[in-house]
Protein backbone atom coordinates (compact mmCIF):
# COMPACT_ATOMS: atom_id res chain seq x y z
CA UNK A 1 0.00 0.00 0.00
CA UNK A 2 1.33 3.41 -1.26
CA UNK A 3 2.13 5.53 2.15
CA UNK A 4 -0.35 8.60 1.88
CA UNK A 5 1.61 12.11 2.21
CA UNK A 6 -0.15 15.27 3.72
CA UNK A 7 1.16 18.49 1.88
CA UNK A 8 1.43 21.48 3.83
CA UNK A 9 0.55 24.94 2.83
CA UNK A 10 1.07 28.20 4.38
CA UNK A 11 2.52 31.55 4.20
CA UNK A 12 5.97 31.56 3.68
CA UNK A 13 8.42 34.14 5.88
CA UNK A 14 9.47 35.91 2.57
CA UNK A 15 5.57 36.43 1.78
CA UNK A 16 5.18 37.64 4.22
CA UNK A 17 7.93 39.87 4.52
CA UNK A 18 6.58 41.23 1.03
CA UNK A 19 3.09 41.67 2.04
CA UNK A 20 4.09 44.10 5.40
CA UNK A 21 6.09 46.34 2.89
CA UNK A 22 3.01 46.69 0.14
CA UNK A 23 0.98 47.18 3.43
CA UNK A 24 3.13 50.08 4.70
CA UNK A 25 3.66 51.55 1.50
CA UNK A 26 -0.04 52.01 1.29
CA UNK A 27 -0.73 53.21 4.47
CA UNK A 28 2.41 55.77 3.58
CA UNK A 29 0.70 57.08 0.41
CA UNK A 30 -2.77 57.31 2.02
CA UNK A 31 -1.02 58.95 5.28
CA UNK A 32 0.54 61.41 2.39
CA UNK A 33 -2.90 61.89 0.76
CA UNK A 34 -4.60 62.85 3.66
CA UNK A 35 -2.01 64.88 5.46
CA UNK A 36 1.09 67.47 4.19
CA UNK A 37 1.13 70.79 2.33
CA UNK A 38 -1.38 69.31 -0.38
CA UNK A 39 -3.01 66.43 1.66
CA UNK A 40 -6.76 65.73 1.20
CA UNK A 41 -7.49 67.23 5.10
CA UNK A 42 -5.23 70.35 4.66
CA UNK A 43 -6.98 71.39 1.23
CA UNK A 44 -10.26 70.74 3.12
CA UNK A 45 -8.80 72.89 5.80
CA UNK A 46 -7.78 75.51 3.26
CA UNK A 47 -11.20 75.43 1.78
CA UNK A 48 -12.94 75.77 4.60
CA UNK A 49 -11.11 78.93 5.70
CA UNK A 50 -11.68 80.25 2.11
CA UNK A 51 -15.24 80.11 2.60
CA UNK A 52 -15.19 81.42 5.53
CA UNK A 53 -13.31 84.33 4.06
CA UNK A 54 -15.27 85.41 1.13
CA UNK A 55 -18.22 84.63 3.39
CA UNK A 56 -16.49 87.93 5.88
CA UNK A 57 -16.30 89.68 3.06
CA UNK A 58 -19.57 89.52 1.71
CA UNK A 59 -20.88 90.13 4.97
CA UNK A 60 -19.16 93.27 5.25
CA UNK A 61 -19.61 94.32 1.90
CA UNK A 62 -23.72 93.97 2.99
CA UNK A 63 -22.71 95.99 5.55
CA UNK A 64 -20.77 99.07 3.47
CA UNK A 65 -24.07 99.57 0.96
CA UNK A 66 -26.69 99.00 4.18
CA UNK A 67 -24.80 102.02 5.17
CA UNK A 68 -24.76 103.76 2.15
CA UNK A 69 -28.70 103.29 1.70
CA UNK A 70 -29.83 104.02 5.01
CA UNK A 71 -27.17 105.76 6.99
CA UNK A 72 -27.95 104.32 10.15
CA UNK A 73 -25.37 104.46 12.59
CA UNK A 74 -25.62 100.56 13.66
CA UNK A 75 -24.13 100.05 10.25
CA UNK A 76 -21.09 101.83 11.38
CA UNK A 77 -18.05 99.43 11.37
CA UNK A 78 -14.24 99.77 12.44
CA UNK A 79 -11.77 102.74 13.07
CA UNK A 80 -11.66 105.31 10.76
CA UNK A 81 -8.05 105.64 9.90
CA UNK A 82 -6.59 108.75 8.46
CA UNK A 83 -3.04 109.65 6.70
CA UNK A 84 -0.42 111.35 8.66
CA UNK A 85 -0.58 114.68 7.09
CA UNK A 86 -0.33 118.32 8.10
CA UNK A 87 -3.70 118.52 7.82
CA UNK A 88 -4.49 115.96 10.11
CA UNK A 89 -2.50 117.15 12.65
CA UNK A 90 -2.27 115.05 15.77
CA UNK A 91 -5.76 112.89 14.89
CA UNK A 92 -4.20 110.60 12.24
CA UNK A 93 -4.01 106.31 12.66
CA UNK A 94 -2.87 104.14 10.01
CA UNK A 95 -2.53 100.60 8.87
CA UNK A 96 1.13 99.63 7.28
CA UNK A 97 1.43 96.13 5.80
CA UNK A 98 5.29 94.40 6.41
CA UNK A 99 5.53 93.03 3.79
CA UNK A 100 4.69 95.54 1.14
CA UNK A 101 5.34 98.83 2.38
CA UNK A 102 1.64 99.76 2.01
CA UNK A 103 -0.31 102.11 4.51
CA UNK A 104 -3.43 102.52 4.54
CA UNK A 105 -5.06 106.05 6.05
CA UNK A 106 -7.74 108.43 4.32
CA UNK A 107 -10.84 106.94 2.85
CA UNK A 108 -10.14 103.44 5.25
CA UNK A 109 -11.64 102.28 8.25
CA UNK A 110 -9.81 99.29 10.06
CA UNK A 111 -12.19 95.99 11.09
CA UNK A 112 -10.43 94.00 13.98
CA UNK A 113 -11.19 90.42 14.66
CA UNK A 114 -14.22 90.00 17.25
CA UNK A 115 -15.53 93.15 15.33
CA UNK A 116 -19.62 92.51 15.37
CA UNK A 117 -21.53 92.66 12.09
CA UNK A 118 -25.32 92.66 11.51
CA UNK A 119 -26.77 89.46 10.67
CA UNK A 120 -23.79 87.80 10.75
CA UNK A 121 -21.78 87.47 14.21
CA UNK A 122 -18.28 88.01 15.23
CA UNK A 123 -15.42 88.78 12.43
CA UNK A 124 -12.97 85.77 12.17
CA UNK A 125 -10.00 88.06 10.66
CA UNK A 126 -8.84 91.66 9.77
CA UNK A 127 -9.96 93.81 7.19
CA UNK A 128 -9.43 97.16 5.17
CA UNK A 129 -12.04 98.95 3.77
CA UNK A 130 -11.23 101.63 1.30
CA UNK A 131 -14.48 103.18 0.82
CA UNK A 132 -13.01 105.22 -1.84
CA UNK A 133 -12.46 101.87 -4.29
CA UNK A 134 -15.15 100.14 -2.17
CA UNK A 135 -12.46 97.35 -2.34
CA UNK A 136 -12.39 95.24 1.36
CA UNK A 137 -8.53 94.29 1.97
CA UNK A 138 -8.31 91.44 3.76
CA UNK A 139 -4.81 92.07 6.31
CA UNK A 140 -2.29 89.07 6.94
CA UNK A 141 -2.20 87.89 9.94
CA UNK A 142 0.25 89.37 12.00
CA UNK A 143 1.22 90.79 9.18
CA UNK A 144 0.87 94.55 9.65
CA UNK A 145 1.08 97.24 12.34
CA UNK A 146 -1.87 99.58 13.67
CA UNK A 147 0.14 102.78 14.36
CA UNK A 148 -1.36 106.51 15.37
CA UNK A 149 -0.45 109.45 17.31
CA UNK A 150 0.16 109.04 20.96
CA UNK A 151 1.30 105.35 20.68
CA UNK A 152 4.75 104.69 21.63
CA UNK A 153 6.60 102.73 18.63
CA UNK A 154 8.52 99.98 21.54
CA UNK A 155 8.34 99.14 24.80
CA UNK A 156 8.74 101.65 27.56
CA UNK A 157 9.57 99.78 30.67
CA UNK A 158 12.96 99.95 31.43
CA UNK A 159 13.94 102.03 28.39
CA UNK A 160 16.95 104.30 29.51
CA UNK A 161 17.97 105.50 25.60
CA UNK A 162 14.98 106.20 23.20
CA UNK A 163 16.03 107.59 20.20
CA UNK A 164 13.44 106.08 17.35
CA UNK A 165 11.34 107.67 14.25
CA UNK A 166 8.74 109.77 16.39
CA UNK A 167 11.09 111.54 18.49
CA UNK A 168 14.62 111.33 16.65
CA UNK A 169 14.12 115.63 15.62
CA UNK A 170 14.47 116.48 19.50
CA UNK A 171 17.40 115.11 21.27
CA UNK A 172 16.32 116.62 24.20
CA UNK A 173 13.59 114.10 24.68
CA UNK A 174 15.72 110.96 24.38
CA UNK A 175 16.36 110.15 27.52
CA UNK A 176 18.09 111.79 31.70
CA UNK A 177 21.89 111.77 30.89
CA UNK A 178 21.80 111.64 27.63
CA UNK A 179 24.23 114.10 25.50
CA UNK A 180 25.25 114.14 21.86
CA UNK A 181 28.92 114.99 20.92
CA UNK A 182 30.53 116.42 18.13
CA UNK A 183 27.76 117.52 15.71
CA UNK A 184 28.10 120.82 14.21
CA UNK A 185 25.70 123.40 12.90
CA UNK A 186 26.61 123.25 8.85
CA UNK A 187 28.97 120.26 8.60
CA UNK A 188 26.55 118.33 6.71
CA UNK A 189 25.50 115.73 9.89
CA UNK A 190 23.36 115.97 12.60
CA UNK A 191 19.95 114.75 13.07
CA UNK A 192 16.67 115.58 11.19
CA UNK A 193 13.19 114.32 11.89
CA UNK A 194 13.84 110.39 9.89
CA UNK A 195 17.25 110.06 10.76
CA UNK A 196 20.42 111.00 13.07
CA UNK A 197 23.95 111.12 11.17
CA UNK A 198 27.35 110.06 12.94
CA UNK A 199 30.41 111.76 10.74
CA UNK A 200 33.09 108.87 11.75
CA UNK A 201 35.49 111.94 13.16
CA UNK A 202 33.94 113.28 16.50
CA UNK A 203 30.03 112.19 16.31
CA UNK A 204 28.55 109.93 19.40
CA UNK A 205 26.11 109.31 21.81
CA UNK A 206 26.73 109.77 25.37
CA UNK A 207 24.45 107.79 28.27
CA UNK A 208 24.81 108.41 31.97
CA UNK A 209 22.39 105.82 33.50
CA UNK A 210 20.69 107.84 36.53
CA UNK A 211 21.68 106.43 40.30
CA UNK A 212 18.97 104.37 40.52
CA UNK A 213 19.33 102.32 37.26
CA UNK A 214 20.19 98.94 38.06
CA UNK A 215 22.15 97.22 35.23
CA UNK A 216 23.17 93.95 37.06
CA UNK A 217 20.19 91.67 35.78
CA UNK A 218 20.81 92.70 32.13
CA UNK A 219 20.41 95.06 29.28
CA UNK A 220 18.90 95.13 25.76
CA UNK A 221 20.19 97.08 22.33
CA UNK A 222 18.62 97.83 19.02
CA UNK A 223 20.51 99.67 16.69
CA UNK A 224 18.63 100.52 12.97
CA UNK A 225 20.87 102.08 10.68
CA UNK A 226 22.77 102.20 7.17
CA UNK A 227 25.99 102.88 6.38
CA UNK A 228 28.96 101.13 4.77
CA UNK A 229 30.53 97.62 5.93
CA UNK A 230 33.16 100.04 7.66
CA UNK A 231 33.57 99.27 11.66
CA UNK A 232 30.83 100.28 13.32
CA UNK A 233 31.14 101.22 17.41
CA UNK A 234 27.51 100.40 18.55
CA UNK A 235 27.58 100.05 22.62
CA UNK A 236 29.92 100.53 24.50
CA UNK A 237 31.31 101.28 28.47
CA UNK A 238 33.91 104.49 27.70
CA UNK A 239 35.27 107.68 28.96
CA UNK A 240 36.25 109.56 26.28
CA UNK A 241 39.91 110.71 27.22
CA UNK A 242 40.61 108.12 29.63
CA UNK A 243 44.31 106.09 28.09
CA UNK A 244 45.11 104.11 31.54
CA UNK A 245 45.28 100.41 30.18
CA UNK A 246 43.76 99.30 32.29
CA UNK A 247 40.53 100.82 32.72
CA UNK A 248 39.87 101.20 29.08
CA UNK A 249 40.34 97.44 28.23
CA UNK A 250 37.96 96.30 30.70
CA UNK A 251 35.34 98.10 29.87
CA UNK A 252 32.44 96.45 27.82
CA UNK A 253 32.50 97.24 24.08
CA UNK A 254 31.01 96.28 20.89
CA UNK A 255 31.13 97.11 17.37
CA UNK A 256 29.76 95.54 14.21
CA UNK A 257 31.63 95.09 10.96
CA UNK A 258 30.79 93.54 7.97
CA UNK A 259 28.35 90.62 8.90
CA UNK A 260 30.26 90.18 12.20
CA UNK A 261 29.05 91.18 16.03
CA UNK A 262 32.04 91.67 18.33
CA UNK A 263 31.38 91.93 22.09
CA UNK A 264 33.79 92.33 25.01
CA UNK A 265 33.02 92.49 28.62
CA UNK A 266 36.40 92.25 30.43
CA UNK A 267 40.15 90.37 29.92
CA UNK A 268 38.64 87.24 31.36
CA UNK A 269 37.93 84.37 28.88
CA UNK A 270 34.63 84.23 27.47
CA UNK A 271 34.18 80.42 27.81
CA UNK A 272 32.03 81.34 24.75
CA UNK A 273 31.41 78.90 21.63
CA UNK A 274 31.42 82.05 19.61
CA UNK A 275 34.95 82.87 20.97
CA UNK A 276 37.13 83.92 17.91
CA UNK A 277 40.06 81.86 19.35
CA UNK A 278 43.36 81.77 21.72
CA UNK A 279 44.59 85.16 21.10
CA UNK A 280 41.13 86.95 21.21
CA UNK A 281 39.52 84.82 23.79
CA UNK A 282 37.94 87.66 25.86
CA UNK A 283 36.10 88.64 22.76
CA UNK A 284 32.89 86.61 21.27
CA UNK A 285 32.16 87.07 17.52
CA UNK A 286 28.98 85.92 15.93
CA UNK A 287 29.57 85.93 11.89
CA UNK A 288 26.83 86.35 8.93
CA UNK A 289 24.43 88.21 11.10
CA UNK A 290 23.44 90.38 9.00
CA UNK A 291 24.68 94.01 7.61
CA UNK A 292 24.12 97.72 8.01
CA UNK A 293 24.00 98.40 3.94
CA UNK A 294 23.73 101.74 2.20
CA UNK A 295 20.57 101.24 0.73
CA UNK A 296 18.02 99.75 3.26
CA UNK A 297 19.36 99.45 6.03
CA UNK A 298 19.50 96.75 9.40
CA UNK A 299 18.46 96.14 12.50
CA UNK A 300 20.27 94.61 15.11
CA UNK A 301 19.16 93.79 18.74
CA UNK A 302 21.59 92.67 21.59
CA UNK A 303 19.83 91.29 24.46
CA UNK A 304 22.37 90.39 27.46
CA UNK A 305 20.99 88.39 30.23
CA UNK A 306 23.87 88.44 33.03
CA UNK A 307 21.40 86.21 35.55
CA UNK A 308 21.48 83.55 32.68
CA UNK A 309 25.33 84.77 31.45
CA UNK A 310 23.40 84.52 27.96
CA UNK A 311 24.01 86.88 24.73
CA UNK A 312 21.59 86.67 22.07
CA UNK A 313 21.62 88.04 19.21
CA UNK A 314 18.31 89.52 16.83
CA UNK A 315 18.78 90.28 13.28
CA UNK A 316 15.34 92.58 11.56
CA UNK A 317 13.09 91.29 14.40
CA UNK A 318 14.30 87.59 13.66
CA UNK A 319 16.11 85.50 16.66
CA UNK A 320 20.29 84.52 14.80
CA UNK A 321 21.40 82.47 17.90
CA UNK A 322 21.94 82.46 21.44
CA UNK A 323 25.64 81.56 23.68
CA UNK A 324 26.45 81.19 26.68
CA UNK A 325 29.19 82.98 28.61
CA UNK A 326 31.35 82.66 31.72
CA UNK A 327 29.83 84.15 34.90
CA UNK A 328 32.85 86.16 35.72
CA UNK A 329 33.57 87.06 32.37
CA UNK A 330 29.58 88.81 32.54
CA UNK A 331 30.31 90.81 35.58
CA UNK A 332 34.35 91.42 35.17
CA UNK A 333 34.19 94.73 33.32
CA UNK A 334 31.76 98.05 34.21
CA UNK A 335 28.55 97.19 32.94
CA UNK A 336 26.54 97.29 35.61
CA UNK A 337 29.17 100.82 36.92
CA UNK A 338 27.01 103.96 36.61
CA UNK A 339 29.94 106.14 37.03
CA UNK A 340 31.26 105.09 33.60
CA UNK A 341 28.78 106.54 30.65
CA UNK A 342 27.38 104.13 27.78
CA UNK A 343 28.61 105.73 24.14
CA UNK A 344 26.84 105.12 21.01
CA UNK A 345 29.28 105.36 17.89
CA UNK A 346 32.47 105.82 19.75
CA UNK A 347 34.64 103.62 21.65
CA UNK A 348 38.39 102.53 22.48
CA UNK A 349 40.16 99.62 21.42
CA UNK A 350 43.80 98.31 20.65
CA UNK A 351 46.67 97.61 22.17
CA UNK A 352 47.14 101.21 23.60
CA UNK A 353 44.22 104.09 23.53
CA UNK A 354 42.83 104.16 20.23
CA UNK A 355 39.55 105.98 18.98
CA UNK A 356 36.47 104.84 16.68
CA UNK A 357 33.94 106.56 15.16
CA UNK A 358 31.04 105.30 13.38
CA UNK A 359 30.29 106.96 9.95
CA UNK A 360 26.23 105.86 10.35
CA UNK A 361 22.86 106.95 9.59
CA UNK A 362 20.48 105.90 12.55
CA UNK A 363 16.74 105.78 12.47
CA UNK A 364 16.64 104.28 16.06
CA UNK A 365 19.07 103.46 18.90
CA UNK A 366 17.32 102.09 22.41
CA UNK A 367 18.60 100.66 25.41
CA UNK A 368 16.70 98.63 28.21
CA UNK A 369 18.13 97.92 31.52
CA UNK A 370 16.02 94.68 31.02
CA UNK A 371 16.01 91.68 29.09
CA UNK A 372 13.04 92.01 26.48
CA UNK A 373 11.08 88.83 25.36
CA UNK A 374 11.85 88.02 21.32
CA UNK A 375 7.88 89.09 21.02
CA UNK A 376 8.68 92.29 22.14
CA UNK A 377 11.86 92.55 20.02
CA UNK A 378 9.93 91.63 17.34
CA UNK A 379 7.26 94.02 17.63
CA UNK A 380 9.68 96.90 18.45
CA UNK A 381 11.04 96.02 14.47
CA UNK A 382 7.65 95.71 12.95
CA UNK A 383 6.09 99.48 14.64
CA UNK A 384 10.17 100.69 13.91
CA UNK A 385 11.06 100.06 10.19
CA UNK A 386 6.84 100.66 9.54
CA UNK A 387 6.87 104.28 11.21
CA UNK A 388 10.44 104.73 9.35
CA UNK A 389 9.04 103.81 6.01
CA UNK A 390 5.74 106.30 6.51
CA UNK A 391 8.30 109.20 7.04
CA UNK A 392 10.61 108.29 4.28
CA UNK A 393 7.37 107.75 2.03
CA UNK A 394 5.82 111.53 3.31
CA UNK A 395 8.93 113.34 2.80
CA UNK A 396 9.08 111.81 -1.26
Known sequence: MKEKTRKIEGITLIALVITIIVLLILAGVSIAMLTGQNGILTQAQNAKEETEIASEREAIQLTMINKEMTNDEKYNIGEELRDRTLANGDNWK??????????????????????????????????????????????????????????????????????????????????????????QEGDGYGWNETEFKLDGVDDYIEVYPQANVNIENGL?????????????????????????????????????????????????????????????????????VGTFNLENGGYLTMVVDIENSEISLYWNGEFIDRTTCGKEWMLGGSLADNQ?????????????????????DIYACRLYNKVLTADEVKANYDKTVAYHNVLVQSKN
Open 94 to 183: IVSVNDTGIVYGDNCYFVGKGTNLENYGETKYEWVIDYETGEVIELPEEGFVKLAYGENLAVTDGIILNADPINMGDSNSWGEGVTVYGV
Open 220 to 288: TFEFYAKGDNNDKSLLSKTIKGDTESSTYTNKFRTYFVYQSFYCCMSNLPSESVWSPGESMRHWVRKEN
Open 340 to 360: VPFTIGFRVGGASYTEYYSNV
